[in-house]
């Protein structure tokens, strides 16, 4: 990327819609002068530009009225600006559509013009236009005009596929009959904001950020998609409804609030195939067989759905330890009518079936085209075709342009990394990426095959949610939970709020007790306050129910109490708590069970 001063005549020119607001933003940090449109390969990863910005405010004649901070990220869509960096909704939205005019006005200064800019919070002080961005730098300007310069295009050559574009196969959906949970709950937490605890951004997307989060009721780890409304959003949620395999990502519930939708799904610790990738460069075969034969799965459930992904990347197979899973459905369609196919090109080129780079009506196989490509990738560090096919495919405006501009010769026999695999890696990599979609392998040839046929899948997804729930269980007693302490006299005395937490560095249960409440019962009060504790290697037994001195008389008078107490015991002691429900008190109890079985001694 040029880093180079722009000049005071050069003026980035783009079709974008009408506003009347407007923003100043100071670049306070030099960042890292990334592209922001790389296609995904074994050594890049696409990248989008953030940072803590300050802008400016005030009423249309109020020119310096006053600066706020932000932190803004760049999408294909604008900018936003989020109150904090960990903030998960936006509070400004400077929108970029089709009449957006990019313009340098000195080496350090440039302007957006026409731009749509959305304020969430209640402040008299709006937002101008035009929306003029100051760097600290040139080199930080110039960074950011070739950054903003290329979503603008992208936006352009957007538009111009939409007239190619045919309508979807998948019926629209009405937001709120998308709204659900996986599981049964309790009236207070079937909203988002009750149920799950929001923790830092581990992802994001064009429109959208994911975040990690922990559900206050099963203690799991969760993946948290925050994004606003969009048609393809409701097709994703859709089809994920439809699909229930341990090698894709699955769909713990959806909400809104306001004009934000939160789509819950699977956490995969270890990330994606790709940054894997990049790491080790290339796999030993039998960790690729491991990979494919999973991958391979997930997409044999999906076509006997007649779903067909239409983005298989490395970028999309996630990670947790051996697991494997498919995920990213945006692209992803549903074939109601099973003797029609697609034709518009959509995913990645370098990974698109050649019937996509020549326009031609294509269906499931070419997932498995893709698929063959990973494989490829996987087993030796490069794509099937050279870097000057690579390079050609990155340039191409759309899929049909064109044609299959790739060379393939690597395939042929002669190549000498080709003897560095078996014999049946070879023959699954030539009947993958078979030219003829009539001619590749199907989902379920591949797993019947020689090369993966011995493999034994895993049936269940247990490890993972294990490992996830254990981690969510420290986060959450770390945090806190609100728990309802019980007199330890057994006294016929109403139980008092109270605060759990674990401290792991010192290995300490503490609760807050109930002088805390006596001194000030007005105050807020938490764990910290006056609290008591025990070391976790001083308790001797976790039981569940009622039945400890405290809590037998209780339970005696309410039955319902056995499903919701439970007793931490150590030799002195019985700490009595009540959680608002069953599967609260049972998760408690097995993750402190589990921290006990781990306990240095």
């Known amino acids: 990327m040029s880093t180079r001063a722009p000049q005071d005549s050069e003026i980035f020119r783009f079709k974008a819609t009408m506003a009347t607001d407007g923003i100043v933003i100071d670049v306070e940090a030099p960042a890292m002068l990334l592209p922001t449109e ?3 390969s074994p050594t890049s990863k696409q990248k989008y530009r953030a940072g803590s910005l300050t802008h400016r405010v005030g009423l249309g004649f109020v020119k310096s009225a006053t600066f706020k901070h932000k932190y803004f990220r760049l999408r294909d869509h604008g900018l936003l600006g989020y109150a904090a960096q960990d903030a998960h909704v936006a509070s400004l939205e400077v929108l970029f559509s089709l009449f957006t005019l990019l313009e340098v006005l000195s080496p350090t200064t440039f302007v957006l013009r ?4 959305v304020q969430s919070d209640d402040s008299w002080l709006k937002v101008e236009d035009p929306v003029v961005l100051k760097a600290a730098t040139a080199d930080e300007a110039s960074a950011w005009t070739m950054d903003i310069g290329a979503k603008l295009e992208l936006l352009k050559r957007r538009d111009d596929a939409a007239k190619h574009r045919k309508a979807s196969l998948i019926p629209t959906h009405n937001a709120e009959d998308l709204l659900f949970s996986a599981t049964p709950d309790p009236p207070y937490y079937r909203t988002f904001l009750h149920k799950y605890v929001m923790m830092g951004e581990i992802g994001e997307g064009s429109f959208s950020v994911v975040r990690k989060g922990v559900d206050r009721m099963t203690a799991e780890v969760c993946a948290i998609k925050c994004s606003k409304h969009t048609p ?10 439809l699909v229930s395999h341990p090698n894709i990502v699955g769909l713990h519930g959806v909400y809104k609030t306001d004009d934000m939708f939160y789509i819950v799904m699977d956490y995969m610790a270890d990330g994606d195939l790709c940054d894997r990738l990049i790491q080790v460069t290339r796999f030993p075969e039998d960790d690729v067989r491991r990979i494919i034969a999973q991958v391979a799965s997930a997409i044999q459930h999906i076509h006997a759905l007649n779903i067909i992904h239409r983005d298989v990347k490395p970028e999309n197979i996630l990670l947790h330890k051996d697991a494997v899973k498919l995920a990213d459905f945006g692209l992803a369609k549903r074939i109601l009518d099973p003797s029609m196919q697609f034709q518009k090109g959509c995913g990645t080129p370098e990974y698109a079936a050649p019937e996509l780079l020549y326009g031609r009506p294509y269906g499931t196989q070419s997932d498995l085209f893709s698929l063959g490509v990973v494989a490829y990738v996987l087993l030796f560090g490069a794509f099937p075709f050279t870097v000057a096919s690579a390079a050609a495919l990155q340039q191409l405006q759309r899929f049909s342009e064109a044609g299959d501009i790739r060379d393939m010769s690597c395939l042929h026999p002669s190549n000498p990394q080709w003897q560095s695999v078996s ?9 993958l990426l078979a030219i003829d979609p009539t001619e590749r392998m199907t989902a379920t040839e591949l797993l019947a095959h020689p090369w993966l046929a011995s493999l034994e899948l895993p049936a269940k997804d247990d490890q993972r949610r294990d490992d996830c729930v254990h981690v969510g269980l420290r986060e959450l007693l770390y945090r806190g939970m609100d728990v309802l302490k019980h007199n330890k006299s057994g006294k016929d005395k109403a139980p008092h709020a109270s605060i759990l937490r674990f401290d792991v560095a010192t290995q300490v249960l503490s609760w807050t007790p109930a002088s805390a409440l006596q001194q000030n019962p007005k105050k807020h009060f938490n764990a910290r306050d006056h609290p008591r504790s025990v070391p976790l290697k001083d308790v001797t037994a976790i039981l569940p129910g009622a039945t400890s001195p405290a809590l037998a008389p209780k339970a005696a008078k309410d039955a319902s109490k ?4 439970l007793s931490i015991l150590t030799e002195k002691r019985s700490l009595d708590l009540e959680l608002p429900t069953e599967t609260q008190r049972d998760m408690l109890v097995a993750g402190l069970r589990r921290l006990l079985l781990v306990l240095p001694r």
Do not use: G, Y
């Open 232 to 241: 393809s959003l409701l097709e994703e949620v859709a089809i994920l409804k």
């Open 562 to 565: 056995n499903a919701v107490c």
């Open 423 to 431: 014999p049946d890696a070879q023959d699954v990599l030539l009947r």
């Open 114 to 117: 026409h731009v749509h800019v």
């Open 38 to 40: 790389e296609l995904l």
